[in-house]
């Protein structure tokens, strides 16, 4: 609402639309440990599920953050082409003087 009112980010003060925002799914996150875990194996057992699910979310998290590095880097690649590109292009218009 505020930016379809403003339409200006509230942070930065740059021109924002709607469209420039996307949506982010948050992970699903175990639930709260029940307070009926009066015993050592069951105390155990709600350890190990809850070790099971960090070690399962700092997987995706790695994976997502190697995929980010790969774009990253060919993005980087691409514009360091593009700059070469652009230099060779003015050396040439320079000589053609």
Known sequence: ?????????????????????????????????????????QLIQAVMTEYDASMLELARVRQGSASLKGDLAKALYQLDASYKKVAVVEQERDEAR
Do not use: F, H, N, W
């Open 1 to 41: 609402r505020y930016i379809d009112k403003v339409g200006k980010c509230p942070a930065t003060g740059e021109a924002l639309s709607t469209s420039d925002i996307m949506d982010v799914q948050l992970p699903v996150r175990p639930s709260p440990r029940s307070p009926g875990l009066g015993s050592v194996p």
